[in-house]
C-alpha cells in the first residue's frame, strides 16, 4: 500500500458530508458575480406545512441542507442548526451528473466530435488498443464493458482505486469484462474514463482543462460561487466521478439549468436540445442516461449494478414521469421535474434508508393540489 493511499484512508475515515476540508489536495472551482436567486414574495406554491413536511423527512435522514425552487424562485429552504446558505458540502457521485452537462457544451463547441467517438481518439495509451474502440457514449452511459474493482468482492483493491494519487492511471488498466453495450454496470471507472478524454481534448484544443471548463461554461453563467474538487494528486486529473462540493443553493442552480432546457435565468448556457439527449433512456438502462438517473419507468428498490447488495429505495412512482436526477452516496440528490417547474436540492449525512420518492411526491402533491394550480 502506498503512503498517499495509506494517509487518504486515515484521512477520510468517518469523514461526513460536512468535512470538506479534510479532503486535499483541493481544486478550486472559483466562484463568480453571483446574483441571489429570487424568492417569492407572497404566499410559496409550496404551502409551509407541506415543507416543513419535506425538511422534518430530510431531517430524519441527517439532513443538512434542503432548497426547493419552483419556477424559478426559492419556494422553501432550511439547514441544520449552526448551517447556512454558505455551507459547502460533499456532493460524492453527483459530480458525474456535471461532468454529463460539460460534455454537450464541448460537443457544441467542436472538442469532442461525437459521443460515438472511440475513447482512443482523446486518450493516448488506447490509441492501438482494443479496449481505445469503446465509444465515449459507452463509458457516459456505464455501459463499457471494463470490469471494475468490486466492493463487494475486493474492498481493498476498490478502496484503492476510489482514494488513490493515480485514479486514470489504475482505471486504465482494467480489463474488458462484456461487450460494450452489454450490460449496464454502474462504476466510477467508467466516468473517470470520460473524464479523462474531456480533459486531454480541452488541452488539445487549447481549452485549458476541465476544471478551467467547467468554471467558464457552466458554474459562472450560472452565478454559483465556489465549488472544490479532490484531484488524484496536485497536478494530477479530478476525480471526475464524486467530490464536486458546493452548496445547496449552488445545487439547485445546476438544477434549474436542467429545469430551463440548458437556459439559467433564460439566458443560454448550454447547447438548445442537450437536455433532452442527456436525460434519453440508454440502451442499457431504462432508468439512466449520460451520468444522471431518471426515475420512469419505476422501479421500487433500484441497483446499481448486479453483484452489488445495496440498493436504493424509491416506495412509490413519482406523481410525474419526467424526474430527473443527481445521485449521491447517502441521499445527496438534485431533483428536476421540468413538467412542474420543480428543483429540489438536498444534502445530509449519508444514509442507508434514504427513499427518493418522498420528497418528490410532497412537493408534487402540493404543486397538482387546486391551490398550486396556474402558478
Known sequence: MSWTLARNM???????????????????????????????????????????????????????????????????????????????????????????????????????GSLDDPIGTYIDEWADDPRGE????????????????????????????????????????LEPEFEPFEQFWYKNTDSQLAGAALNRALKAAGKGNYTSYLQEKIWCPIGAGEALMWPESKKGDPRFFAYLDATARDWARVGQLILEDGKFMGAQVLPEGWIDTYASPSKTNPNYGLQV??????????????PSPVTVLQSAPHLADDVIYFDGFGGQRVYVVR?????????????????????????????????????
Request: hydrophobic share 40%; net charge negative.
Open 293 to 306: 438517473w431518471l426515475s420512469s419507468p419505476y422501479v421500487e428498490n433500484r441497483r446499481y449494478n448486479p
Open 339 to 375: 413538467s412542474a417547474g420543480l428543483v429540489i436540492s438536498r444534502s445530509g449525512d449519508v444514509s442507508a434508508t434514504w427513499d427518493d420518492a418522498i420528497l418528490v411526491n410532497l412537493a408534487l402533491e402540493a404543486l397538482q393540489a387546486p391551490a398550486g394550480l396556474g402558478r
Open 134 to 173: 469503446i465509444t465515449l457514449r459507452a463509458f457516459l452511459t456505464m455501459s463499457s464493458g471494463l470490469r471494475p474493482p468490486s466492493f463487494t468482492e475486493d474492498f481493498m483493491e476498490a478502496m484503492q482505486f476510489l482514494l488513490s494519487h493515480k485514479v486514470t492511471q489504475e482505471a486504465l488498466e
Open 10 to 112: 486515515v484521512v477520510t475515515r468517518g469523514a461526513g458530508v460536512l468535512d470538506v476540508d479534510k479532503f486535499t489536495p483541493k481544486r478550486v472551482v472559483a466562484g463568480c458575480k453571483t446574483e441571489a436567486l429570487p424568492e417569492y414574495d407572497g404566499a410559496s406554491p409550496i404551502p409551509a406545512d407541506v415543507f416543513a413536511k419535506m425538511k422534518a423527512y430530510s431531517d430524519s435522514e441527517g439532513g443538512v441542507g434542503l432548497v426547493v425552487m419552483v419556477d424559478g424562485k426559492i419556494a422553501g429552504e432550511a439547514y441544520r442548526d449552526g448551517m447556512s446558505q454558505a455551507t459547502v458540502t460533499q456532493s460524492y457521485s453527483m459530480h458525474k451528473s456535471v461532468l454529463g452537462l460539460l460534455y454537450g457544451v464541448a460537443l457544441d463547441e467542436g472538442v469532442i
